[in-house]
């Protein structure tokens, strides 16, 4: 199991998002989680509140950013992983509520597997609209 902190300070907003998560190598296919690649599954089911220690249920948009994010390194892991299937389990978040945007989700969980199966970067950089305010992220692809 690893921790994983994706942070971004800009000067006009700052994100901070922690993900716990651990990866279990399979043969068979999980029977718990999603699909988000042939390989890679992605489950939800048992994320804490690293903070207060409580459960904490993902919104359906949510789960669709952690998704996105493990989509966009899910190739890299099945290269490198030699097991017929690898769940990723999502353990835990670390959500400063000041700090906190969705959209942080999708690099958080890409630069925990980064870290977690030693792939080369594919960062996503978050950035503001100072305009509307929402956020995005772009991928180095």
């Known amino acids: 199991m690893r921790t994983y902190r994706y ?8 994100l901070l998002l922690g993900i716990t998560a651990e990866a ?6 999980p029977t718990t989680g999603a699909p988000v690649s042939d390989r890679v599954w992605l489950d939800v089911a048992e994320v804490n509140n690293a903070y207060y220690g409580s459960q904490l249920i ?6 669709a950013t952690l998704r996105v ?9 099945e290269l490198v992983e030699s ?8 353990r835990a978040l670390e959500i400063f509520e000041v700090d906190y945007a969705e959209v ?26 100072s305009a509307t305010g929402e956020f995005t992220v772009d991928w180095d692809e």
């Open 83 to 90: 097991s017929p299937y690898i769940l990723i389990a999502v």
């Open 7 to 14: 942070k971004v300070q800009k000067s006009g907003f700052g």
């Open 104 to 129: 942080a989700l999708a690099p958080a969980i890409a630069g925990w597997a980064e870290a977690e199966f030693s792939l080369s970067p594919r960062r996503g950089h978050a950035s503001r609209d």
């Open 69 to 77: 994010g493990l989509g966009k390194v899910s190739g890299d892991i």
């Open 58 to 63: 993902l919104t359906e948009s949510e789960v």
């Open 24 to 29: 279990i190598r399979l043969t068979v296919p």
